[in-house]
């Protein structure tokens, strides 16, 4: 299975300022018709996760334009522009290219 | 509008049994990939089986233990487990895979206590 591996696993920021994740896979997400599915979901404490970002950088609708996607082959990026409140909770990264999809580890935001 | 409902969970011993369902609406279970994806207490997300068309695909650590299947006639996922174990403890959710290749739509779990 690729093995996806996230950092930091805890990321305390101030409101108002930026914060960012890194995902990086064990092998190449680039599937063989050229797409990569590489995915974000944030997940609240008792609630399902929710996605954010698809193929890499695509927001999903409702999603505040703070949050962005980035990278490709294995290294990939999310980064919040400002925190706010509502943010904290676990942001996954999960890789859709292979199955069974498999995900990070989980970073933990919460605000200082 | 799209809803994924889990049911089945519960308090079952080590080397028990347990069916869960996942009744689905808005959309038909059968022209979709569906997945289990289930949540340790306090852990991230494994994706655990899933079903498109004919194929079912399972992790390691479930093989020979669990089964996916789905009634189209009732628009319901199902996970059959067999000799349970302490490690499969966890909530159980059900995800539909979009044509995205990832998950757009997530029940809201359903608890499996293993212990005796």
């Known amino acids: 299975d690729v093995v996806m591996t996230q950092s930091p696993l805890s990321l305390p920021v101030t409101l108002g300022q930026p914060a960012s994740i890194s995902c990086r896979s064990s092998?190449?997400?680039?599937?063989?018709?050229?797409?990569?599915?590489l995915n974000w979901f944030h997940q609240r404490p008792g609630q399902s996760p929710r996605r954010l970002i698809y193929k890499v950088s695509n927001r999903d609708s409702g999603v505040p334009d703070r949050f962005s996607g980035s990278g490709s082959g294995t290294d990939f990026t999310l980064r919040i522009s400002r925190v706010e409140a509502e943010d904290v909770g676990v942001y996954y990264c999960?890789?859709?290219?292979?199955?069974?999809?498999?995900f990070g580890q989980g970073t933990k935001v919460e605000i200082k | 509008e799209v809803q994924l409902v889990e049911s089945g969970g519960g308090l079952v011993q080590p080397g028990g049994s347990l069916r869960l369902s996942c009744a689905v609406s808005?959309?038909?279970?059968?022209?979709?990939?569906m997945h289990w994806v289930r949540q340790a207490p306090g852990k991230g997300l494994e994706s655990i089986s899933g079903?498109?068309?004919?194929?079912?695909f399972y992790t390691e650590s479930v093989k020979g233990r669990f089964t996916i299947s789905r009634d189209n006639s009732k628009n319901t996922l199902y996970l059959q487990m067999g000799s349970l174990r302490v490690d499969d403890m966890a909530v159980y959710y059900c995800?539909?895979?979009?044509?995205?290749?990832?998950?757009?739509?997530w029940g809201q779990g359903t608890l499996v206590t293993v212990s005796s």
């Open positions: 808005g959309f038909n279970v059968e022209m979709y990939v």
């Open positions: 079903i498109r068309g004919d194929d079912k």
């Open positions: 092998q190449s997400l680039v599937k063989s018709d050229g797409i990569t599915y």
């Open positions: 999960m890789q859709g290219t292979y199955w069974p999809w498999t």
């Open positions: 995800a539909r895979e979009d044509q995205l290749g990832s998950a757009d739509y």
